[in-house]
């Protein structure tokens, strides 16, 4: 009998399915040798705790083992999918706040923005989540950081052995002990004012070193990704 959504079944499997896959998230980093690779200018974004994480949707397991426990909020999909990766944050410390530019976008934008707005925490969106296209940053983020004044930090991640999928993302799984770097960009600030064509300029920046610093990590250990 399929569990149905808010009931007592259905809360026991996705909380031990969140449960799950912190533990396997935790084994598999424990064993990796991670590098941090943070500049001057993301680290004292960081030291702040105020600003907007933006990752590719390929690139989040080695991300939000990183940020565990940081008591943020992230914007995740309204899809099944989705549901695995909001219980396994949930897990890993973080709120989570359903939507996205397909299903119930403008209402979880509006919600994120109050969270950011009121302090509670970094926010993440995945900015190419949750179908793509791929490498692409969608409007959202761009307008959180817009609305709330708050700076995107770019952040993507790379493994030296690793499995790629055949997915649309073409998500990474690093294999355990293997050796990771994580590599934070430079942050994007958006003017609270900005007209259209500053509105997109702003999105191509982001676009722009979200994939510089993924195609930077990515040919430190010899990888091209198509």
Not at 5 to 19: F, M
Not at 134 to 143: D, S
Not at 147 to 176: C, H, N, Q
Request: overall charge positive.
């Amino acid at each position: 009998m399929r569990a149905e959504p808010g009931s007592r079944r259905y809360e026991l499997k996705w909380n031990a399915v969140g449960s799950l896959g912190k533990l396997i998230i935790d084994g598999l980093f424990a064993s990796a040798h991670v590098e941090r690779i943070i500049g001057a200018s993301a680290r004292a974004v960081l030291r702040s705790r105020d600003f907007i994480l933006a990752f590719w949707h390929s690139r989040i397991l080695l991300v939000s083992h990183f940020f565990k426990g940081w008591h943020g909020v992230a914007m995740v999909s309204a899809s099944e999918d989705g549901e695995i990766i909001a219980r396994i944050l949930q897990r890993q410390g973080q709120n989570t706040i359903r939507g996205s530019t397909t299903r119930g976008g403008l209402r979880a934008l509006t919600m994120l923005i109050r969270e950011v707005k009121e302090g509670r925490g970094p926010a993440a969106v995945v900015p190419d989540g949750p179908q793509g296209p791929r490498f692409r940053v969608q409007p959202g983020v761009i307008r959180l950081a817009q609305k709330t004044g708050t700076p995107i930090l770019p952040v993507t991640y790379g493994a030296e052995r690793m499995k790629v999928f055949s997915s649309w993302d073409r998500f990474i799984l690093p294999y355990p002990f293997t050796r990771c770097r994580l590599l934070f960009g430079a942050p994007v600030r958006v003017p609270r004012q900005a007209d259209p064509v500053v509105f997109e300029s702003c999105r191509k920046e982001l676009e722009d070193e979200l994939c510089r610093i993924t195609r930077e990590v990515d040919e430190y250990y010899g990888h091209k990704i198509d």
